[in-house]
C-alpha cells in the first residue's frame, strides 16, 4: 500500500524558511518523478516543484531560486527547502507521484502559513 506523509509546515514570518519532508512508503521515491503541489484557499492545486528519477528539478516560476527540491533515497524522502518565503506562498503543501496517467497519489498535506 503506497503512502506518502508529509510533515514540517507551520507558521512562519515572511523571509522565513521551512523545509517540508515527504516520507513514502510502498514505492522507492527514486524510481518515480516526485512533485510537491500547494493549494491556497479559492484556489486550484498547482505544482510547485519536482524531481525525476535522474534528478533533474523544475520549478514553478513563482518559487523558482527560492524553493528547493531534493531526495533522500536512503531515507526514501523527498524534501522541499523554501527560503525567503512571502504571505503568497501560504497554502496546503501536497506530495505527489503518479506512476501512470490517470493514476495519482496524494499525501495528507501540510498546512504552510506565511504571516507576521
Known amino acids: 500500500q503506497v503512502q506518502l506523509v508529509e510533515s514540517g509546515g507551520g507558521l512562519v514570518q515572511p523571509g522565513g524558511s521551512l523545509r517540508l519532508s515527504c516520507a513514502a512508503s510502498?514505492?522507492?521515491?527514486?524510481?518515480?518523478?516526485m512533485g510537491w503541489y500547494r493549494q491556497a484557499p479559492g484556489n486550484e492545486r498547482e505544482l510547485v516543484a519536482r524531481?525525476?528519477?535522474?534528478?533533474?528539478?523544475n520549478y514553478a516560476v513563482a518559487v523558482k531560486g527560492r524553493f528547493t527540491i531534493s531526495r533522500d533515497d536512503a531515507k526514501n524522502t523527498v524534501y522541499l527547502q523554501m527560503n525567503t518565503l512571502k504571505p503568497e506562498d501560504t497554502a496546503v503543501y501536497y506530495c505527489?507521484?503518479?506512476?501512470?496517467?490517470?493514476?495519482?497519489?496524494w499525501g495528507q498535506g501540510t498546512q504552510v502559513t506565511v504571516s507576521s
Open positions: 505527489h507521484y503518479a506512476p501512470l496517467p490517470g493514476n495519482e497519489y
Open positions: 510502498g514505492i522507492l521515491v527514486s524510481t518515480y518523478t
Open positions: 524531481i525525476t528519477t535522474g534528478g533533474r528539478t
